[in-house]
């Protein structure tokens, strides 16, 4: 078996992928799941952010974060790079964020 993302809907020769969008609601219930997850996972960010960090530069990339999160679905039908790019940079923000929120404790 190998799940493959929505992007690969159109491209699978052979017809054996099991595609996420199969299983059942397809391409817009997919990214109904992950958009309820980007919200779900700012919202933790956001409760990590104010009972373990600090700082400006941490409340600065928590936002960059979120806004990333919301520039993921802003074109649903192209689900191929650029929708993983933003999701990499996004990681790398959340990493950021908790890096510089944890530095104003030392």
């Not at 929708?83 to 940079?89: P, Y």
Request: hydrophobic share 55%.
């Amino acid at each position: 078996m190998n799940l493959r993302p929505p992007c690969d809907e159109d491209f699978d020769p052979s017809g054996r992928a099991v595609l996420v969008t199969g299983q059942g609601s397809g391409r817009r219930g997919a990214l109904k799941v992950s958009s309820l997850l980007h919200w779900v996972a700012f919202v933790w960010l956001a409760a990590l952010y104010f009972t373990f960090l600090a700082g400006e530069l941490s409340a600065f990339l928590l936002l960059c974060a979120g806004l990333l999160f919301f520039l993921e679905h802003m074109s649903p039908r192209k689900w191929t790079s650029p929708f993983f790019r933003i999701n990499v940079l996004a990681g790398f923000v959340v990493l950021l964020m908790v890096w510089a929120g944890v530095q104003k404790e030392f």
